[in-house]
């Protein structure tokens, strides 16, 4: 009998949906432009069944992928789960096998040494081939228009590392894939990599290095010149999996670090910068210009995840926990190790900034992201364990300073918006933004379509699902080009 906790993480606006399916176009209003081809993956973390533990976290789930495929004005929903080996075998057991997020010792005897990776972070299409991503375990394979699931990559043979970050970055240039991995010799170990893997899926590039101590390295940072490293005490030890207390624990007491490592350099050129203690977890872009480097991240004063507690015991505070987008500049060739600037870069709160991604790397002028306001009324039900609420989506010019917001309503929430160019030719931010708004009170959710220079008049375009998807984390969109067997998959449409 399937038996889910009645706890914050599996009820209310986290309750479980576990669906596959297809909808052949799709309910639609206003207007989807008709120039837009291609898909929209995103993932969101759903246990497959009842957890092991009534503790569980929401993001131990396993990775549900959404594609909603554009073609001439029409769109197409398919969700499926990415069969991660996890998935496979608690399928073949008809439960839960797998126990605590990142904590082994909680697992059935029988899957002790599996990878236990979900897959449930990120959905991000590299050489036509779908990345199911979950940082504490290799990529997953999936082909990005049937959805079905190839497996776990080690990239032709040449990775050796037991996991692969979940923000990935292209290189506008090369094309190629840039990504980071963290614990790469096994759990909680220091050791790191940083990789580039080619178009045609070969790794060009594996540079090994050694973090300053051990934590969630959720995100990173990539220049034209420097691949960069920002390590938050989000940390963890054998003494707190052996408690059976959270993975993570934030460490009020240790400093921030980045860390810029040449891209063409090797891990002798590594070099770390401090700061003192503070919370920032995604990445909106970073660039360089000769030897500075500019970091653009969301900042709070303490830690945001409330579900990995202070480690001292200290209350969460969400006053502490409002996070503001920030500019680091560090300059390679200071003889310091101390930052050069902080900036804060608006007065909007929020987090999941995104950019224009063809413009990775570069000095880029438009950006986007959920901002929060708690002071606006919320007729959903449950809380958030942080307290916290995506319920507008924000714009930034950090050219002309313009910034401009639209407000979902008090029975929405807002998830992570995706830029989508005009086409592939078109300027920076000359094109859409898509995000899913999922209507708490109501039960359905719904992805919108907006003016990437005009947010703030609110969709131009929805595409509507019979119910409500469930919160997920990360999504890219893909130009049909960029699919590998597009036109077949369209049949007779
Ligand atoms: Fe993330």
Aim: proline residues 7%.
């Amino acid at each position: 009998m399937a038996h889910f906790p009645n706890t914050l993480a599996f009820s209310g606006i986290l309750k479980p949906l576990r669906f596959e399916g297809d909808i052949l176009d799709m309910e639609l209003e206003g207007v989807i432009p008709p120039e837009l081809n291609g898909t929209f993956h995103r993932v969101h973390p759903d246990q497959q069944f009842a957890p092991k533990f009534d503790n569980d976290q929401f993001f131990n789930g396993d990775g549900l992928i959404a594609q909603f495929r554009f073609r001439g004005g029409k769109v197409d929903f398919k969700q499926r789960y990415a069969q991660t080996d996890k998935f496979k075998l608690e399928r073949a057991a008809g439960r839960a096998l797998f126990g605590a997020y990142r904590n082994p010792a909680t697992d059935d005897p029988s899957v002790q040494g599996r990878i236990r990776g979900t897959a449930n972070t990120n959905a991000y299409v590299h050489g036509g081939k779908l990345l199911a991503l979950k940082e504490d375990s290799p990529a997953l394979v999936m082909d990005p228009l049937t959805l079905a699931t190839h497996g776990y990559t080690d990239w032709g043979g040449t990775c050796h590392s037991q996991t692969f970050t979940a923000h990935p970055k292209t290189d506008p240039v090369t094309g190629n894939l840039v990504a980071f991995s963290y614990a790469s010799k096994g759990l909680l170990t220091r050791d790191c990599t940083y990789m580039e893997i080619s178009p045609a899926g070969k790794l060009v590039r594996e540079v090994w290095f050694e973090a300053p101590y051990y934590c969630m390295m959720h995100d990173f940072g990539v220049t034209e010149d420097y691949a960069v490293f920002h390590i938050v005490p989000s940390t963890s030890t054998w003494d707190r999996l052996r408690a059976g207390l959270p993975h993570f624990g934030f460490d009020t007491k240790l400093p921030v670090y980045l860390g810029l490592l040449p891209r063409q350099g090797d891990a002798k050129d590594m070099k770390w910068f401090k700061h003192p203690n503070l919370f920032c977890s995604h990445v909106m872009n970073a660039f360089n210009d000769g030897s500075k480097v500019y970091f653009d991240t969301p900042v709070a004063r303490n830690n945001m995840f409330p579900f990995f507690p202070d480690i001292d015991g200290a209350p969460y505070k969400p006053e502490e926990a409002k996070s503001y987008m920030t500019r680091w500049t560090v300059d390679y060739n200071s003889r310091g190790e101390d930052f050069e600037k902080v900036e804060k870069l608006t007065s909007l709160m929020g987090e999941f900034p995104r950019i224009d991604d063809r413009y990775a790397t570069r000095n880029h002028r438009y950006g986007w992201l959920l901002v929060m306001d708690p002071t606006l009324p919320f007729n959903g039900p449950g809380a958030r364990a942080s307290g916290l609420r995506m319920n507008h989506l924000g714009f930034m010019d950090l050219h002309t300073g313009r910034q401009s917001t639209w407000f979902c309503g008090p029975d929405c929430l807002i998830q992570e918006p995706c830029f989508v160019p005009r086409s592939k030719q078109a300027p920076e931010g000359a094109g859409y933004v898509v995000a899913l708004i999922d209507n708490v009170v109501l039960n359905y959710s719904e992805l919108g379509v907006f003016d990437a220079q005009a947010i703030e008049n609110g969709p131009i375009g929805r595409a509507k699902l019979p119910f409500r998807l469930r919160q997920g984390l990360h999504g890219n969109w893909t130009d049909a080009s960029d699919l590998p067997g597009w036109q077949q998959s369209l049949g007779g449409l």
